[in-house]
Nanobody
Framework: EVQLLESGGGSVQPGGSLRLSCTTS????????LGWVRQAPGKGLEWVSR???????NYGDSVRGRFTMIRDDAEKMTYLEMRNLKIEDTAMYYC?????WGQGTLVTVSS
């Protein structure tokens, strides 16, 4: 069974940092492109980042330069390091692979 479990969300002030983690199981992790998407309150889904099995990462315009996605093939985990957080980064963040999502972890940025 494919499982993705996010953690690390919380409340932070603007300008702060958080590191989200995604623990995975049930698939060939090292062969797969992984991603993060988010959904702000009352809004649609927004693609945040992805990282290929070769380690090539890409980011959405709104987070590029502030967020970094990392993968650890040995631990079958991926991380989203978020810096200089803004109020508009407030959202539920989901770890994804093709055909599967986690339950999400909530990030709240407020002063």
């Amino acid at each position: 069974e494919v499982q993705l479990l996010e953690s690390g969300g919380g409340s932070v002030q603007p300008g702060g940092s958080l590191r989200l983690s995604c623990t995975t199981s049930g698939f060939a992790f090292s062969d797969i492109t992984l991603g993060w998407v988010r959904q702000a309150p009352g809004k649609g889904l927004e693609w945040v980042s992805r990282i290929t099995n070769a380690g090539m990462d890409n980011y959405g315009d709104s987070v590029r330069g502030r967020f970094t996605m990392i993968r650890d093939d040995a631990e079958k985990m991926t991380y989203l390091e978020m810096r200089n957080l803004k109020i508009e980064d407030t959202a539920m963040y989901y770890c994804t692979k093709l055909g599967a999502w986690g339950q999400g972890t909530l990030v709240t940025v407020s002063s």
